[in-house]
């Protein structure tokens, strides 16, 4: 079993320990209720490190007022033995007290990259986001740190942030894992009814649906962004935003798609926000 560490102080003890011994650590942050999304990454990590950390945190800052910050599933069991099983050595499970000083007022806050697609929706998510992700850094003092391309924006976010500050940990991105009919795993996909369950595949159907138009020639990013936003709204209650991007600054494209786009959606069925995307390489 991988040994458990609750506070940041004994984390960045072992940590400094691990580094003293010459060992490369790596460093998977998660919110818990880990699914083969999380495990895959953290046998990414393993590939790289000697030391493999998973972080289990689910952060309050960057949850907003009305969302589902008291309701976000846990499963503290389950999750140690899936850290086992796939090759963390460690797992760090600090509580919001140890982690947030009551009167905490420093932030990291990136300011391009976040304020468009979830940033529109969530104000203060990245904020929260780049905050946590910095203060794991530097308690775990990863060598790697692995985040998956099933967000998007927070993955580019954070690359944006290690460069702008200069941190010394390589980032390493993770393919998305999907369940076998498309639906992009997540924890938050526990909260769906077995119809919503259904309804959800609008979004993968939807995106794969733009890859094969684009695979066929499809170049317009309007004609592609209106495809996918008719193919979700069918399925879901609310699309929260349809957006085909520049996959390197996130800014909108118009027109012929001639570099990378990445396509992103976000939409609701009932209470329960899902995410999406999929990169487009001419
Ligand atoms: P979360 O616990 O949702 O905060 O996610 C923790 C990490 O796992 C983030 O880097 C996510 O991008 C990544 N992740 C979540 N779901 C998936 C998935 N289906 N495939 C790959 N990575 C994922």
């Given at each position: 079993?991988?040994?458990?560490?609750?506070?940041?102080?004994?984390?960045?003890?072992?940590?400094?320990?691990?580094?003293?011994?010459?060992?490369?650590?790596?460093?998977?942050?998660?919110?818990?209720?880990?699914?083969?999304?999380?495990?895959?990454?953290?046998?990414?990590?393993?590939?790289?490190?000697?030391?493999?950390?998973?972080?289990?945190?689910?952060?309050?800052?960057?949850?907003?007022?009305?969302?589902?910050?008291?309701?976000?599933?846990?499963?503290?069991?389950?999750?140690?033995?899936?850290?086992?099983?796939?090759?963390?050595?460690?797992?760090?499970?600090?509580?919001?007290?140890?982690?947030?000083?009551?009167?905490?007022?420093?932030?990291?806050?990136?300011?391009?990259?976040?304020?468009?697609?979830?940033?529109?929706?969530?104000?203060?998510?990245?904020?929260?986001?780049?905050?946590?992700?910095?203060?794991?850094?530097?308690?775990?003092?990863?060598?790697?740190?692995?985040?998956g391309e099933k967000d998007a924006q927070?993955l580019r976010?954070?690359?944006?942030?290690?460069?702008?500050?200069?941190?010394?940990?390589?980032?390493?991105r993770g393919p998305i894992?999907?369940?076998?009919?498309?639906?992009a795993?997540?924890?938050?996909?526990?909260?769906?009814?077995?119809?919503?369950?259904?309804?959800?595949?609008?979004?993968?159907?939807?995106l794969h649906?733009a890859q094969?138009?684009f695979a066929?020639?499809?170049?317009?990013a309007?004609?592609l962004?209106?495809?996918v936003?008719?193919?979700?709204?069918?399925?879901?209650?609310?699309?929260?935003?349809?957006e085909v991007v520049d996959d390197a600054t996130l800014?909108?494209v118009?027109?012929?798609i001639?570099r990378p786009v990445l396509i992103a959606v976000?939409?609701?069925?009932?209470?329960?926000?899902?995410?999406d995307n999929v990169v487009l390489a001419p």
């Amino acid at each position: 079993m991988p040994v458990v560490l609750h506070t940041p102080e004994t984390m960045q003890q072992q940590a400094a320990q691990w580094r003293r011994q010459g060992l490369r650590i790596g460093c998977v942050p998660t919110m818990g209720y880990l699914h083969e999304g999380h495990t895959s990454l953290i046998e990414l990590a393993a590939r790289h490190a000697e030391q493999v950390v998973v972080t289990i945190f689910v952060n309050p800052t960057q949850f907003g007022a009305n969302e589902d910050l008291d309701r976000y599933p846990r499963d503290l069991e389950g999750d140690l033995a899936k850290c086992a099983a796939h090759g963390a050595t460690a797992v760090f499970l600090p509580q919001a007290g140890d982690m947030y000083a009551p009167d905490a007022s420093t932030w990291v806050n990136e300011t391009t990259l976040s304020n468009g697609l979830c940033g529109q929706n969530r104000p203060g998510h990245f904020r929260g986001v780049t905050t946590i992700v910095c203060k794991l850094f530097w308690t775990v003092l990863p060598d790697v740190a692995v985040f998956g391309e099933k967000d998007a924006q927070q993955l580019r976010v954070i690359e944006r942030m290690v460069r702008d500050l200069n941190i010394p940990v390589e980032i390493i991105r993770g393919p998305i894992v999907r369940e076998a009919d498309g639906l992009a795993m997540s924890s938050r996909n526990a909260y769906l009814s077995t119809e919503n369950r259904q309804r959800a595949l609008a979004l993968s159907r939807a995106l794969h649906a733009a890859q094969s138009a684009f695979a066929q020639g499809e170049r317009c990013a309007e004609t592609l962004a209106r495809q996918v936003r008719s193919l979700i709204a069918a399925g879901v209650d609310l699309v929260d935003y349809v957006e085909v991007v520049d996959d390197a600054t996130l800014v909108p494209v118009a027109g012929r798609i001639s570099r990378p786009v990445l396509i992103a959606v976000a939409a609701r069925l009932g209470e329960t926000r899902l995410i999406d995307n999929v990169v487009l390489a001419p």
